[in-house]
């Protein structure tokens, strides 16, 4: 039955910016410190402290909106949104309501099949996050230190039709965003995290029905299980014609160890909020200077994917893998400059070197760098080595703290030999050996040429340049 219905899904994503102090005071961001220390009167909520808008957060805010091609409000509001944050001290949140920073955008998704879906981006708001309450036996604690945090809320068009879009998005999303490196979007400690909005309607229905929010969801694995529960929670609520009882405009949460979602809090409409202009800030104001300094932006997943196709030659899904990872696009530039081909070193950093990463390794502090991985690729290309021998070297180098390739061939004695004479001296005494074999290739039986190749090879202990080999053995049968 569910082929019966069409899934709506919007999705509202919270990036934790990664400037040096507070969205409305100079308190430090960092984290880890002892509890209530990165505190002063105005991210306390004290009377008369007044909040300045962090400069760095806009800029931060820019840069997206640019990635997204969105439109930059160069005047924005902040308004308070006010209800009962138990860890904001204010009890109410400074955020954006009319007037967002950054307006109608857009974000490209790509399928494995290479084709792609445009899903809109209603907007991009700056708002100061809440702190933290622990929960401990019967009483509660708060830590403050993350209160004034600044956040940017995107807010997509509600054009998602399944889990694997929504994923799709928060991918890409969360690859630009590590790209423009305005936040660390590390999803375990909640730098990037999501609410989901979920409803279903009848296939051909164009309205819009009762949607469901998911909370505070920091796991692609978990929003996608989420995802499934939620619409198959609505799919057995229409069909048993229990729809409107049972679907209620509501907040969510997910429990990952029951896989299911469960109800939190009825949903709060705008008015609920009773935003209003912040009568202690000023309207933001962007000026033309602001606009061509803060536009300016790195190199983004998608132009760096059509590089890779286009300079180095790579297939367009090869590219999306390596550009998809900050690093791993960092790591594949750095190889090319040692002068391999993009087909093969696409292979060893993509195949080979993850093949090898133990647990709490990864591209990042890969004990192999990318200069030492394009050498071993330059050594297969060059013919020193083959593909089998570099695999040993790889091995070697992950066991060993040793990074001199050349020194590691030599040492393992994997040097392929590509002397003509020292290989035509091997071919004649095979030949000479199996004489009988010999004739049988010569009268028309061509299977025979791939044993002179595996004996050439086992006489050489693996050491001979099998190309060579193939092409010496051609000359000398003829």
Request: hydrophobic letters at 35%; a negative charge; one cysteine or more.
């Amino acid at each position: 039955m569910s082929g019966m219905f069409e899934v709506i899904i919007g999705l509202e994503v919270h990036v934790q910016l990664n400037t040096k102090s507070k969205l409305f005071c100079s308190c430090p961001t960092s984290f880890g410190e002892a509890p209530n220390t990165n505190v002063c009167p105005t991210c306390l909520g004290m009377p008369g402290a007044l909040p300045v808008l962090n400069k760095e957060a806009v800029h931060k805010s820019i840069m997206l909106g640019t990635a997204l091609k969105a439109q930059i409000n160069q005047k924005s509001i902040f308004n308070r949104k006010n209800y009962f944050y138990p860890d904001l001290p204010n009890g109410y949140q400074i955020s954006q309501f009319e007037v967002p920073v950054v307006g109608l955008g857009e974000l490209v998704i790509d399928f494995e099949d290479g084709t792609s879906k445009t899903i809109g981006v209603t907007r991009a708001h700056l708002e100061n996050d809440a702190g933290k309450s622990i929960h401990a036996g019967d009483h509660s604690q708060v830590d403050l230190n993350r209160a004034g945090t600044p956040l940017l809320e995107i807010v997509s068009e509600p054009d998602m039709r399944s889990a694997e879009e929504a994923i799709l998005y928060l991918k890409k999303l969360h690859s630009i965003v590590r790209y423009l490196e305005i936040s660390d979007a590390n999803m375990q400690e909640g730098s990037f995290r999501c609410d989901v909005n979920i409803s279903i309607r009848p296939k051909g229905d164009t309205n819009l029905y009762t949607r469901c929010e998911i909370k505070n969801m920091n796991s692609f694995k978990f929003i996608e299980k989420a995802i499934k529960y939620e619409v198959n929670r609505h799919i057995e609520a229409w069909e048993d014609g229990v729809h409107s009882e049972e679907i209620v405009q509501e907040t969510r949460l997910f429990d990952p160890e029951k896989g299911e979602t469960r109800s939190m809090r009825g949903k709060e409409d705008a008015a609920d909020y009773r935003y209003f202009p912040d009568p202690d800030l000023l309207p933001l104001v962007i000026t033309d200077e602001m606009m061509e300094k803060y536009t300016q932006i790195p190199e983004l997943p998608d132009e760096k994917k059509e590089r890779f196709v286009k300079e180095f030659g790579l297939k367009e899904y090869d590219a999306s893998v390596i550009t998809s990872s900050l690093e791993t696009a960092k790591f594949f530039d750095e190889m090319m400059k040692e002068g391999i081909s993009g087909k093969t070193a696409s292979t060893w950093l993509t195949v080979e070197l993850p093949a090898r990463f133990t647990e709490g390794i990864s591209i990042e502090n890969s004990p192999i760098d990318a200069k030492t991985l394009a050498t071993i690729v330059k050594r297969i290309e060059d013919g020193t080595i083959s593909g089998k021998a570099a695999k040993e070297v790889l091995d070697y180098l992950f066991e060993n703290d040793e990074n001199d390739v050349d020194a590691v061939i030599e040492k393992l004695g994997l040097k392929q030999v590509s002397d003509d004479g020292a290989i035509l001296e091997i071919i004649d005494g095979i030949l000479a050996a199996n004489e009988d074999k010999v004739a049988e290739y010569k009268s028309g039986k061509e299977k025979m040429f791939g044993f002179f190749v595996g004996q050439t090879m086992k006489a050489s202990k693996g050491s001979a340049n099998p190309q060579k080999v193939n092409e010496l053995l051609k000359q000398r049968l003829g």
